[in-house]
Every structure is written in C-alpha cells, then in structure tokens.
C-alpha cells in the first residue's frame, strides 16, 4: 500500500488511482462477461432466435405477397368499396397463370381456404383453367371461371394479404376472425375453439396446483417436524418419483388405470366394483397423473420454508393461552406463505405447458394449449396457428415466471 | 412424542388423522413406481397380480433386439455429448457470474435458465420451425444443439450454488503466496467446484437422457432415442418390454442422481457448509 | 494468461459446435435407402416381403422408419432440404395432396420399366406407384361380443351394443359411415357428403356416439383396443385385424358391411439423395411375384393386377377384393378428401374438444 500511494504521489504523469481502479473493475467486468459470453451466445442462437422466430411467424405471413405479386401492387389502388376494375383482374389472371406453371396454386388455395373455407379447390381449378385462357376481359372471365372471384370478401382476403403481416392468427386463437369487410366479427362455433380451450388450460393447471397444495401441505409439515432420521426416510419416498423421467411415470399410470389395469381390476377383485370404472382417457387420468408429477414441486418448497420457521413462536403462542389449531393457524400457518406461494407458482406455470401426459393418459376434451400447438404443426400444417398458440402460452408463461423471479429469486431455485 | 400424553381427544384424533393422511399421499406418490416395475418381471405379457411366474424375457427382448439397442445407443451418444457441451458452458457461464459485480446479473441469469421454465412444446417447435430452415431437422448436431439448450441450466444453477459458498480468501491467499492465476484455478478453485460441475453434468446428462418432446419433433430416423421410441410404444400398446425399458430409465436416473445427491453432501462439508 | 487461456478454451467449445455441423449432412452414400411406413404389422409385412429380400438380392443397406401418416412431416424435410426419407408408404388421398403441392416426385413409369395401366388406381395418381388396397372395416372380439354387430348401423346402436367404440381420430372413414347408418345408400354418400346439410347430418350422427368413442391414432392401437377389452368394437384397417387373429390367436371377427376400400401408394420425397436406388427398390418391390410376397403376412391385396396369380389362393378370402366384401363396399373418394380433408379435419378437430 505504502508503495502504491508513493508511486501515485510521486509521479504526475501516472493516472490517478481512482481511474486505475475503475480500469481494473472494468477488465474484471470484461473478464467476467467473456467466460459468460459464449453460453450467452449459444442460448442466444440455439433458443432464443428460434422461439423469436416462432413468434414472428404468428403475425408474419407473406404467402400471398409472394405467390401472387401482379395482384397485389394493383390492389394497393383499390378503395375496397366495389368489385375491383379490369387491371387487377388481368394482374390476377397472370398470378394465377405463373402459380399454375409454378406449381404454387395449391399454395395460394390453402392460404385462403384458412380465412374463407371451401376456397382452396376454387383456387386451384381457377388456375387450371386460367392457363390456358387468352381473352381481353379477364373480370368477366374470371368470373365465369368461378363466381368466387366476384365474392367482395375474397377481395377483402386478397387486400388484407397485399401487407407481410397479419393479425388473423393472434384473432383466431381467441376465437375472432375477419368479416367481408375486413371487419373483426367472431368465429362460427364450429371453429370456435380456443377459449374455451385456453380455459380449459387454466382450469387443469389450477385444479393440479389447488391438488398438489392440499395433498403436499401436510406432508411437508410432517417432512419438516418429524427428526432427520424419519424426515430423510420418508424424503426418499418424495424424491424418487421426483427422479423418475416423466414418460415413465405417465407408462406406470397407463398401467395402473386402464380398463384391465391394475386399479381395476383390484377394486373388482375386492368386490367394490362390479364392472371397471373409467380412469384413463378423461379428466380423472389426467389430473390424477399430473398431480403425481407435479406432488414434488409444490412440496418440497414448502418443506424448505418450513424448516426455517423456528418452534419458539408457536410454543410461546400456545403460552400465552393459544389452543394448538389458533396458535397454528395464526403463527405457523402465516410464515409458510412463501413457500406456498413458490410451490404453487412453480407446478402452475410447469401445468400450463403440459403435453406428454394429457396426450398419452387424456381423452380428447382434455387435450391442453400445448396439444394443440403440435397439432397445428403436425397435423394440420398451419405453421401460423402453432405460433400464435404457441406465443400466446408463452407470454403467459414468461409473465409468471417474472412474478416468481420477483417472488422467490431464481438463485434459490432448488434441485432435488 | 411425550407431549401427545398431555393432548387432548380431539388433537390426539387430529394427530392419527394426519399421519393417516400423509401415509396416503406418500403411498400416492411411491406405489405407482413399486407397483408397475414388477411387472417387467412377469413371465406372461400381462398387467396384473399374482404374477403366475418370474422372467427376464423382456430384459432380453430390450437388451437384445436392434430396435431398442440402437435408441439406446442413440440416447447415450446423445446425452453424453450434450453433457460435455454443457458443463464446459455452464460452468465457465457459472464461473463469470459468480463474479462480483457482474452487469445485469440478474437478467442475464434469467435469461440463461429460461430453458427449464419454456414449455417443451413452445421450444420444440420453436427449434422445429428454425431446423427446417437451417437444414437441421433429422440430425444429430439438431438434437444435441437443442438438448444442449435445456440442459445448461442445470449446470448454472449448481455450479453457481457452489460458488456462492465458495471461500474467495481461499483464491486470494493462494495468489498472495505466490501462485500463478492458472495455478490458482487449477489447484484450489477447481477441485473445490468440481463437485458442483459433476453433479451439474450428471442433472445434465439426465435431462437429455429422459428428453422426449423435443425428439419428436427434430430427430429422425436414425436419431431416434429411448424415450422417443418408449412414447410410440405407449400409444401402440404398453407392452412389459416398454415397462422392461422404464424401470431402467429409471434405475440409471436413480443412480445418477444419487450420486449427484451424495457429491453435492460432500461439497457441503468439504466447503464447510455442513458439519456431517 | 489465464485469462487468455481461459477465454481460449471457451470459444473452443463454440468452435467445437460449429465444427460439429457439417457432420449433420447426411453421408453422399448411393448404396442406402430409408424406407418408412406405417409401423406394426403392415410394416413387418413390408420388410418380410419386399425390404429384406431386396436388401440381400443388392447389398444396399435400408434403414427403416414409422409414422402415422403425417403429410407435414414430408413437407417440412421438403422444405428444410433435410430429406432423410426416400420412399415412404402413403394412403393415396395423402399422396394426392401431397403431389398438388409438389412435394413428391412425379413417377416416371419408364424408368420404373413397368406398365402403368397393370396398377390398380394408377391413372389418378401421378405422383405414386399403388403399393396395395387395404380396408377400413369394424371389427369386435367374438369372445366378448358371440353375436356382433352386422351392418354399421350397429356402430351407432347403443342400446343393443352397450360399451366404448374405438374408431380413427380423423374424420376420414367415420362421417362416411356416420352417414351409411343414418340411412344414406353407399353409392350417395360422397353425393350427400359434396352439401353443407350432408356435413351437418354426418356430425349429428356421430354426436350420438360421441360419449362412447375411444379415439385411435395408430393402426396397432385398434386391435390393442380390442385386445385389451377397452372396446367392445372399432373401426381397424383389416389387415392389422388379420394378423391379431394370425399371429396372436385373438378371436376377433371382421364385418363387412361398408367396408371402405383404401388404396396405398410408393411416394418419393422430392430431394431424396437416392432417388435411383429409390427407382430400383420400386421396380423390384411392385413386380408381381414381389408385391405378392407381403401377402403372405398381411390380408392387404396387391394392387399390380398381374400380382394375384403369385399370391397363395389361402388368403384371398380374407383380402378386402373378396367378392363376399364387395358386397357392401365404400370405395373412398380421393378428390373428395383431397379437396375437404382440411375443412373437415379442422372441425372435426373442433367437434371433438367440445
């Protein structure tokens, strides 16, 4: 030190010592930030970007823009009242032509059958004939072609697609759509779906969570009153289905809760049943199964809590004149909100995201959020649904994993 | 319990009924597991009891036949490479965020274990959506890059556990003695975490070894893992040989994470956290 | 130093990754193929029949693949160029869609050196080589069931039929014989099925069953149902109902009333790396005495017409083309699914949460 503090006094030319010291801090910092930064990078590009990208696909779509171009800088003029004139018309039929030869009609004809069913076929056969049609008048011949081409809401369609992005994903995943007009109206209940799936979602999870609070609670009291010799016995019993992959765990309840499966065919052994009760393909599996998995995640943050609250406070309650359930209810119960709180809020967000488990041991009304964001990518192709779904589950996702940063802090995230 | 003598009737009924009733959730939680793995012993392709004889005959099928050996392979590659890749991340990751003063820890810390909190699906299609335009999909470098994502959590977190009980004196006497900077890493920074990043690569290895919603959607064929073929199995028909398959999923999770219970003991104490 | 070192060692590990992405290309070998189908029995048909005797007769090495019959998986290698895939065994109405978009190669009928006009089917699939026909039909366990259903007006009748049904979780074949059992004659129900009305009706028919439905999405899964009495009948592709009574001596019954008659093509991604290979494997496989060959193990007939003179006369019987099932046949309408099959799978996505 003494030497240092010569050095800065004896030389003018040297930097002071404030600015030394910033210098180091600051390669530290630097130091410290690139040992980060190629994980940071690698999260970046092999998670982030791709769920980025996920999202942007649910307001972007250019189908149109790019199959049929002709037809979409002429509509840019078109005020949207009346059938288009002439020009728009021949830009469509030379659209069509080029998809035909292209081999991207049944593209085009599967981006608008999404908006207005039954086009698709329209579209294709349009384009068929429009390939070898020459004529002067393409609007009446278009029209005589198919009569779709007079339909103002498949103009408004075509309109709407002259810009990259769209809202109708996002309206379709909560059941609204556009009108003839463009305007916004409501799905028709044969398509109208995802609400009630949405809630659906909500209700699972927070049926799961209320289960795993009620059955975890008195468990955790246990876990945390009873001396470490029983505690750390019964903890096996807590944590080894906690290690247990959760393919396995929803195999072993398929096994157990089949028609023939073990359950029942106990309960009828024992003569309590007199024929199998359904418990697998419906609401009973489903939350029976989710339950089990999730039972941990609830419990053992609130078995942390409560090894933390110190006997002193009951035992001084129940002193001073409080009967064993008051001086519960009042003086323990209250400071194991936290742990409740984490727990509750952890296995709520893991639920919502659920997928395994109600597509191998639920029925078909119990299929969640998550289901149907696969199916939209598997199934039925609409790359745009799977990612409007997708970011709508994830933004209520990321929102309560906020709430629980802010809550229980990420640093004590406990494994095992 | 000498106070129960002195309880009352009603908390003495209340006492019995919640032991009661936690044996009831304790068997809820074990039973499943206890009760179904037996059944991969059973010598007829039945669920139910009494098994009318003993037999490893679906061992054998799942030890012996090229459709399950190759997914196990497949699985083992897989997560062995994802382990690796991890823990190098991770740990480095862990190390600088440990430092003091790090910029913006907090949401850089969020942001690296959000992994663990984005619904399977979400990353699986979303990773789906890119692989198709990167020419991934149906790769082994897919697979594992993916696997890779959600496995470094893992590691962060424990790693980062470990430091944050680690002794920085310990670095500084090393270094005021004298001790070159690698030397200090080596020496005494390494071996005092090295519990921490083997148990981090162990939960790692796991979480790639058991992964199931993104190998749906991103591997192929020749890809194909454990799990991957244990999910078509399940939709088809629960056979005892996919039961034979789960109970050694999970005795290997069992062992593996044992193992990464017990170091993570012994880092306590050698760190001075626990005397035991 | 260490700091150097350490950084070093860090971005090694990035290096190390990128370095690892070339190694994702699949290898340029043209003596390999894969060949995916359906899984379970039909497969096994496949590889006994054709995959595994061609494999020795060349030496090409053929690795294998399942699926369910997803035309997304096939468009999305497609589109990433990530075609891992060269043949692959799709129904014809999939096959249809899928040569619309382009996404499947046009077969060349010369170089495949085989007559066109000898394939069941050919003339309306440009883009497939008709492997075989198989049949959608009902199917009960006679143990459980002594006198079972006998027209599927039956599938629909809960009050003599009592317990669950299994049938396909795709609107395909169902809103068919939802519509046959409302009293449609067979030769109408694509008519019928062409009008909003006739939608409607099929919908409301299998709204009376609904409750009672459990849902199959794989075609082992239909007679796993049956097997394990969590079904009193189902609808099953034939063949798989064949080899539960073969090879696994169920006493499961076929009735053949509306059986809808299905065709399955050869397909070939486009941007298949072995598209030659994949030419020489369709040229062996479909030559009469080879597409006989997976008859030996799966009730499925052959679609090269010249192909029934190998086929051992034991099974015909059991064979969807067997005059006594023609009787009450549905031959499905490929233009009809290709053009509705979205709408359609779209409600029936919908009908089915509600």
Same mark, same amino acid.
């Given at each position: 030190m003494a030497t240092m503090a010569a050095q800065i006094t004896g030389s003018a030319d040297r930097v002071p010592l404030r600015l030394k010291l910033q210098r180091v801090e600051r390669r530290r910092k630097l130091k410290a930030f690139l040992l980060v930064l190629p994980l940071l990078l690698f999260i970046l590009t092999t998670f982030v970007l791709p769920i980025g990208r996920m999202i942007f696909n649910a307001v972007h779509e250019?189908?149109?823009?790019?199959?049929?171009?002709?037809?979409?800088?002429?509509?840019?003029?078109?005020?949207?009242?009346?059938?288009?004139?002439?020009?728009?018309?021949?830009?469509?039929? $030379?659209?069509?032509?080029?998809?035909?030869?292209?081999?991207?009609?049944?593209?085009?004809?599967?981006?608008?059958?999404?908006?207005?069913?039954?086009? +698709?076929? /329209?579209?294709?056969?349009?384009?068929?004939?429009?390939?070898?049609?020459?004529?002067?008048?393409?609007?009446? $011949?278009?029209?005589?072609?198919?009569?779709?081409?007079?339909?103002?809401?498949?103009?408004?369609?075509? /309109?709407? @697609?002259?810009?990259?992005?769209?809202?109708?994903?996002?309206?379709?995943?909560?059941?609204?759509?556009? @009108?003839?007009?463009?305007?916004?109206?409501?799905?028709?209940?044969?398509?109208?779906?995802? +609400?009630h799936i949405f809630l659906l979602t909500l209700g699972i999870s927070i049926s799961v969570t209320f289960a795993t609070l009620v059955l975890g609670f008195p468990v955790a009291y246990l876990l945390a009153s009873l001396p470490a010799k029983y505690s750390n016995l019964l903890m096996i019993m807590v944590v080894l289905p906690f290690w247990t992959s959760v393919l396995v765990r929803t195999t072993a309840w398929v096994v157990l809760l089949q028609q023939h499966g073990l359950v029942n065919e106990a309960l009828m052994a024992l003569h309590i049943l007199s024929q199998p009760a359904e418990l697998i393909f419906n609401r009973v599996g489903t939350i029976v199964a989710m339950t089990h998995i999730q039972l941990p995640f609830t419990l053992l943050p609130i078995y942390s809590v409560m090894k933390t609250i110190s006997p002193t406070y009951v035992r001084a309650a129940r002193s001073l004149g409080a009967g064993p359930f008051y001086a519960f209810w009042k003086i323990y119960f209250p400071q194991t909100l936290p742990g409740m709180a984490a727990g509750c809020l952890l296995t709520f967000i893991l639920c919502l995201g659920y997928y395994i488990t109600p597509a191998l041991v639920g029925g078909p009304q119990d299929q969640m959020v998550s289901y149907f964001v696969a199916h939209y990518t598997n199934e039925e192709l609409n790359w745009g649904m799977a990612s409007a779904l997708g970011a709508i589950l994830l933004t209520a996702t990321l929102i309560l994993y906020y709430v629980f940063n802010k809550l229980v802090g990420t640093d004590r995230m406990k494994l095992g | 319990m000498s106070t129960l003598a002195y309880a009352s009737p009603l908390e003495k009924a209340w006492y019995y009924l919640h032991r009661l009733f936690c044996g009831a959730v304790l068997l809820f939680l074990i039973a499943p597991i206890l009760v179904t793995f037996p059944l991969s012993f059973n010598s007829v392709p039945f669920f139910s009891y009494p098994m009318p004889g003993f037999s490893l005959r679906w061992y054998e099928e799942f030890f012996l036949t090229d459709r399950w050996q190759y997914a196990l392979q497949n699985s083992i590659i897989v997560a062995v490479t994802v382990t690796l890749l991890s823990t190098a991340l991770g740990t480095a990751a862990a190390l600088g965020l440990s430092r003091p003063n790090f910029p913006w820890r907090t949401t850089v810390m969020s942001l690296l274990i959000s992994p663990m909190i984005v619904p399977a699906v979400i990353t699986a299609v979303g990773v789906y959506f890119f692989y198709a335009d990167v020419g991934l999909l149906n790769s082994y470098t897919g697979l594992i890059l993916a696997h890779t994502s959600i496995a470094t959590p893992f590691v962060v977190i424990i790693v980062t556990a470990t430091l944050s009980g680690f002794d920085d004196s310990l670095a500084r006497a090393a270094a005021s003695l004298g001790a070159a900077p690698m030397t200090v890493f080596f020496k005494v920074t390494l071996p005092l975490i090295m519990p921490g990043m083997i148990s981090g690569a162990l939960f790692a290895f796991l979480s790639s070894f058991d992964e199931v919603v993104i190998a749906l959607f991103v591997a192929g064929a020749e890809q194909r893992t454990l799990p991957k073929v244990m999910f078509s199995g399940i939709r088809e028909e629960i056979s005892p040989t996919i039961i034979a398959a789960a109970t050694v999923l999970t005795l290997i999770s069992i062992v593996v994470l044992a193992a990464a219970e017990l170091l993570r003991r012994r880092s306590e104490r050698l760190r001075g956290l626990r005397s035991s | 130093m260490s700091k150097a070192l350490r950084i070093t060692g860090a971005w090694s590990v990035m290096a190390l990754v990128a370095g690892a992405l070339p190694l994702a290309q699949p290898v340029l070998a043209s003596d390999q193929l894969t060949i995916t189908s359906f899984?379970?029995?039909?497969?096994?048909?496949?590889?006994?029949?054709?995959?595994? =005797?061609?494999?020795?007769?060349?030496?090409?090495?053929?690795?294998?693949?399942?699926?369910?019959?997803?035309?997304?998986?096939?468009?999305?290698?497609?589109?990433?160029?990530?075609?891992?895939?060269?043949?692959?065994?799709?129904?014809?109405?999939?096959?249809?869609?899928?040569?619309?978009?382009?996404?499947?190669?046009?077969?060349?009928?010369?170089?495949?050196?085989?007559?066109?006009?000898?394939?069941?089917?050919?003339?309306?699939?440009?883009?497939?080589? =008709?492997?075989?026909?198989?049949?959608?039909?009902?199917?009960?366990?006679?143990?459980?069931? =002594?006198?079972?259903?006998t027209t599927i007006a039956d599938l629909f009748d809960l009050r003599r039929f009592p317990g669950k049904r299994g049938l396909y979780k795709r609107p395909f074949g169902n809103i068919e014989w939802a519509l046959i059992a409302d009293g449609v004659p067979i030769k109408d129900v694509y008519k019928v099925l062409r009008t909003p009305a006739g939608i409607e009706r099929a919908f409301n028919k299998l709204d009376t069953i609904k409750k009672n439905v459990v849902w199959w999405e794989t075609g082992a899964q239909a007679p796993q149902l049956l097997a394990d009495r969590q079904?009193?009948?189902?609808?099953?592709?034939?063949?798989?109902?064949?080899?539960?009574?073969?090879?696994?001596?169920?006493?499961?019954?076929?009735?053949?009333?509306?059986?809808?008659?299905?065709?399955?093509?050869?397909?070939? =991604?486009?941007?298949?790396?072995?598209l030659d290979t994949a030419y020489k494997f369709l040229t062996f496989a479909v030559s009469p005495a080879q597409q006989a060959e997976p008859t030996r193990y799966m009730a499925y007939g052959p679609a090269n017409k010249e192909a029934n003179a190998h086929v051992d006369p034991a099974i015909l019987p059991d064979l969807p083309s067997a005059p006594d099932h023609m009787a009450g046949a549905l031959l499905v309408d490929t233009s009809f699914w290709a053009e509705n099959g979205d709408e359609l799978r779209q409600r029936f996505t919908a009908w089915l949460v509600k």
């Open positions: 250019d189908t149109l823009l790019r199959l049929m171009p002709r037809t979409m800088s002429e509509l840019r003029g078109w005020d949207g009242k009346d059938l288009p004139d002439e020009g728009v018309y021949a830009a469509l039929a $030379a659209d069509l032509k080029q998809s035909w030869a292209d081999k991207t009609a049944a593209e085009i004809g599967k981006r608008m059958n999404y908006e207005l069913p039954g086009t +698709r076929s /329209k579209v294709t056969s349009s384009a068929r004939k429009v390939s070898t049609l020459s004529t002067d008048t393409y609007k009446d $011949a278009l029209i005589e072609i198919d009569p779709l081409w007079a339909r103002h809401e498949v103009w408004s369609l075509l /309109k709407r @697609g002259s810009s990259a992005y769209t809202a109708y994903y996002l309206l379709r995943s909560v059941d609204l759509q556009y @009108g003839p007009d463009s305007q916004i109206v409501a799905s028709p209940p044969e398509n109208a779906i995802f +609400r | - | 899984g379970g029995a039909g497969q096994m048909a496949t590889r006994k029949g054709q995959i595994e =005797p061609f494999a020795k007769k060349t030496g090409i090495k053929i690795t294998e693949d399942e699926y369910g019959g997803e035309v997304s998986k096939i468009r999305a290698m497609v589109e990433s160029k990530s075609v891992s895939w060269d043949l692959v065994v799709a129904d014809a109405t999939a096959a249809s869609q899928m040569c619309a978009e382009g996404i499947i190669e046009r077969i060349d009928w010369n170089k495949l050196g085989l007559d066109r006009a000898k394939f069941v089917g050919a003339d309306q699939q440009d883009c497939g080589v =008709p492997e075989n026909l198989y049949a959608t039909v009902l199917a009960y366990d006679k143990d459980t069931l =002594p006198t079972g259903p079904v009193v009948m189902t609808s099953a592709w034939n063949g798989r109902i064949y080899d539960a009574v073969k090879n696994s001596g169920k006493h499961f019954q076929i009735m053949w009333h509306a059986q809808e008659l299905g065709l399955n093509v050869w397909v070939m =991604p486009k941007g298949g790396q072995h």
